[in-house]
């Protein structure tokens, strides 16, 4: 069973920092695009940032210049680092791997951001 493990989430006040890091298995992780989404209350489920297995990423343009997206493929880990946070980037965050090959991908659980004013 494939499995994305989250850390890093919590409690921050606006312009503050986080880094999230994502890690799943090698296997997985080599094959795949590496997402961050994350839903606030009431609102859909969006992506925030991407990294493809060759490094290309992309971001919304909410978060341009504010957060980056990194992958280290000896420890199979995706990360988020959200600088300048601000009280709408408050949400659920979770982690996809897309398989490149394949119409399938995986998600994480889920780690809460808060950002207060």
């Known amino acids: 069973q494939v499995q994305l493990v989250e850390s890093g989430g919590g409690l921050v006040q606006a312009g503050g920092s986080l880094r999230l890091s994502c890690a799943t298995s090698k296997i997985i992780f080599s094959i795949s695009t590496m997402g961050w989404y994350r839903q606030a209350p009431g609102k859909q489920r969006e992506l925030v940032a991407a990294i493809t297995s060759g490094g290309s990423t992309r971001y919304t343009d909410s978060v341009k210049g504010r957060f980056t997206i990194s992958r280290d493929n000896a420890k199979n880990t995706v990360y988020l680092q959200m600088n300048s946070l601000k009280p709408e980037d408050t949400a659920v965050y979770y982690c996809?791997?897309?398989?490149?090959?394949?119409?399938?991908?995986?998600w994480g659980q889920g780690t809460q951001v808060t950002v207060s004013s």
């Open positions: 996809n791997a897309g398989i490149e090959v394949a119409t399938h991908d995986y």
